[in-house]
């Protein structure tokens, strides 16, 4: 008896082109939102943007790596800290540092794997928060750079920052709203790209032997998948988008201190929080996470300490009664998937069968 062969993978379902034409609708809103907001409003989306840069980063590693990091700080801090060198001591244009603070936080991640690599489990999470503790210890005795107490960007670097002279005499803004609209575009276009090249990743085949090691490093090793190179190239990836990330924060903030730099709570603990409620493991979860924390951060910030107690309420019943995060139980309700990456074996009658089932 023969079995008929399908002729090839499909990870498109028919959920997810219309969405597509509303996220085009959204971004074309989104580019032109320093125009139509205020400014304050423009900072929050910022805050937005760069948040949901850093959960996508964290549960690419995470969620399908299967490499839980508590230390993804050290590159948040890292990044900026590279920022503001590059500034200050080399006096070059905040933008172009922006760029060389991603590759040195890429090129921090390479010994700081060879260490971690070697640790498992929970020691590979704490391993992380100690190098990240070493860095920030490291890095406040930096003199030039302010030491444990800091120092902020020279005010003629951002006045001079490339785009802000012309926002200013085209659209008549000042310098400070210049700034933070462009900082605003540039967050967007990281948190667009972020996006983007996790979505790729995840559809190749690259993306495939990813989630083979995340599932069973064992049996994927058994079938050739290289899962050091694998994590590896994750680790090294999301390093160099996380300091992107942080160079960019703190280009908009224009000041800088280790504490607040390699902040495990700012950086870290709401990143993991931000993925946990949304859906570790789906591309759609840290969206739909980091709003949420965004509303939840306005509306109890005037609780004081309280506030920290109802965002773990608020973890551990998602974590209770939707083990997937918010995300993850309405798609298990509606096979609705915006960034679609299982695949569907489509062509004959067992890829037929697949097709029809739950999740596709």
Request: zero cysteines; a positive charge.
């Amino acid at each position: 008896m023969s079995i008929a062969i399908p002729s090839k993978f499909e990870t498109r379902t028919s959920a997810s082109s219309f969405p597509a034409l509303i996220a085009a609708a959204v971004l074309g809103l989104a580019a032109a939102a320093p125009f139509l907001v205020s400014r304050g409003a423009v900072q929050d989306l910022f805050f937005i943007l760069t948040m949901l840069v850093l959960a996508q980063s964290w549960n690419l590693l995470a969620g399908y790596a299967g490499l839980i990091s508590v230390g993804q700080q050290v590159f948040v801090g890292f990044g900026a800290y590279a920022m503001f060198g590059a500034v200050i001591l080399f006096g070059i244009d905040p933008i172009v540092a922006i760029l060389i603070a991603g590759f040195l936080a890429a090129l921090l991640a390479i010994p700081t794997a060879f260490f971690t690599f070697r640790l498992y489990g929970p020691y590979f999470a704490i391993g992380t928060w100690v190098v990240a503790e070493v860095v920030r210890l490291l890095l406040a005795q930096w003199k030039a750079l302010g030491g444990g107490t800091g120092t902020s960007l020279p005010r003629e670097a951002m006045r001079d920052m490339t785009g802000v002279g012309l926002l200013r005499d085209l659209f008549g803004m000042k310098a400070a709203q210049a700034g933070d609209a462009l900082t605003y575009w540039l967050a967007l276009i990281l948190a667009v790209a972020t996006i983007g090249f996790i979505y790729r990743l995840l559809r190749s085949k690259q993306g495939l032997g990813l989630a083979a090691v995340r599932d069973n490093e064992q049996a994927a090793r058994a079938v050739g998948v290289d899962a050091r190179r694998m994590k590896a190239m994750v680790y090294l990836a999301t390093a160099f988008l996380t300091g992107l990330a942080g160079a960019l924060i703190y280009v908009q903030k224009a000041r800088i201190s280790p504490d607040a730099a390699f902040s495990v709570t700012d950086w870290t603990a709401y990143v993991i929080f931000i993925v946990v409620i949304g859906g570790i493991g789906t591309i759609e979860g840290p969206i739909v996470g980091v709003i949420l924390f965004f509303l939840l951060q306005n509306s109890l910030a005037d609780f004081g300490s309280w506030y920290l107690l109802m965002l773990g309420l608020v973890g551990i019943l998602v974590m209770i009664f939707a083990p997937r995060g918010l995300w993850g139980a309405f798609s298990d309700r509606t096979g609705i998937q915006l960034f679609p990456v299982r695949r569907l074996l489509v062509g004959g009658p067992l890829g037929h069968a697949l097709k029809g089932g739950p999740h596709g």
